[in-house]
T-cell receptor, first 112, second 114 residues
Framework: ELKVEQNPLFLSMQEGKNYTIYCNYS?????LYWYRQDPGKSLESLFVLLSNGAVKQEGRLMASLDTKARLSTLHITAAVHDLSATYFCAVGSGTSYGKLTFGQGTILTVHP | DTAVSQTPKYLVTQMGNDKSIKCEQN?????MYWYKQDSKKFLKIMFSYNNKELIINETVPNRFSPKSPDKAHLNLHINSLELGDSAVYFC?????????????FGEGSRLTVL
C-alpha cells in the first residue's frame, strides 16, 4: 500500500526566510503533485512533477522530484505572509491516473 | 465561471437521514472523482468515473452510492448517515488523454451529521 509522509506537519516561518517541506513516499511512482489549500477552500494545483529530476518553479516556490529516493521537496524562498496555507503532496499510483494518495499536509504560517 | 462546482457547500443533517451532493464540471474533462477530507485534513479517494463508467471504487461503505448521468456530472448519495460521515467531500475532474493525472478540485461540500 502506498504511503505518503510529509514533514514537517507544522511550519512557522518569519517573512523573508527560506525553508523546505519534504514529501517521502513508499512505492515506485513517477507522478507527484503539490497542492495548496487555504482554510475552508478548495485545493489549488501548484506543481505537477512527472519524471525523475523534474524541477519546477513558480514565484517563491520551487518543487523537485527524485524518484530513486522517493522524495519530493517544496522549497520556499523569502517567505511572505500570502504563502500561509496548507500544502499537500500527492502521489499517483499505477495506471489509475487520478487515484492520488495524499500526504498529511503541512500547515505553513508566515509571520511578519 | 467556476470550473468544478458542487452543491450544497454546507449540509447539516441528523443521523439516519439520506442526503445527496451534486457536482458539475465545465472543463470538458472525461473523468470525475469524489475525495473525502476528514477532520484532520486527510484526503482519500472514494470513487472515480470515466465517461460515466465507474473505474475506482475504494473501500467505502455501500451506503455511499455515486452516480454519473453524463461525463460532466457526478453525484454522491449517502444513505443512513452516521456521525463518522461528517467530513468535507471534494469533487474533482481530470482529462485522461493528458496522462498527467492532474486533478482540478471543486470548493468542497462540508457535511455535518448530528
Amino acid at each position: 500500500e502506498l504511503k505518503v509522509e510529509q514533514n514537517p506537519l507544522f511550519l512557522s516561518m518569519q517573512e523573508g526566510k527560506n525553508y523546505t517541506i519534504y514529501c517521502n513516499y513508499s512505492t515506485t511512482s513517477d507522478r507527484l503533485y503539490w497542492y495548496r489549500q487555504d482554510p475552508g477552500k478548495s485545493l489549488e494545483s501548484l506543481f505537477v512533477l512527472l519524471s525523475n529530476g523534474a524541477v519546477k518553479q513558480e514565484g517563491r516556490l520551487m518543487a523537485s522530484l527524485d524518484t530513486k529516493a522517493r522524495l519530493s521537496t517544496l522549497h520556499i524562498t523569502a517567505a511572505v505572509h500570502d504563502l500561509s496555507a496548507t500544502y499537500f503532496c500527492a502521489v499517483g499510483s499505477g495506471t489509475s491516473y487520478g487515484k492520488l494518495t495524499f500526504g498529511q499536509g503541512t500547515i505553513l504560517t508566515v509571520h511578519p | 465561471d467556476t470550473a468544478v462546482s458542487q452543491t450544497p457547500k454546507y449540509l447539516v443533517t441528523q443521523m439516519g437521514n439520506d442526503k445527496s451532493i451534486k457536482c458539475e464540471q465545465n472543463l470538458g474533462h472525461d473523468t470525475m472523482y469524489w475525495y473525502k477530507q476528514d477532520s484532520k485534513k486527510f484526503l482519500k479517494i472514494m470513487f472515480s468515473y470515466n465517461n460515466k463508467e465507474l473505474i475506482i471504487n475504494e473501500t467505502v461503505p455501500n451506503r455511499f452510492s455515486p452516480k454519473s448521468p453524463d461525463k460532466a456530472h457526478l453525484n454522491l448519495h449517502i444513505n443512513s448517515l452516521e456521525l463518522g460521515d461528517s467530513a468535507v467531500y471534494f469533487c474533482a475532474s481530470s482529462q485522461s488523454e493528458t496522462n498527467t493525472g492532474e486533478l482540478f478540485f471543486g470548493e468542497g461540500s462540508r457535511l455535518t451529521v448530528l
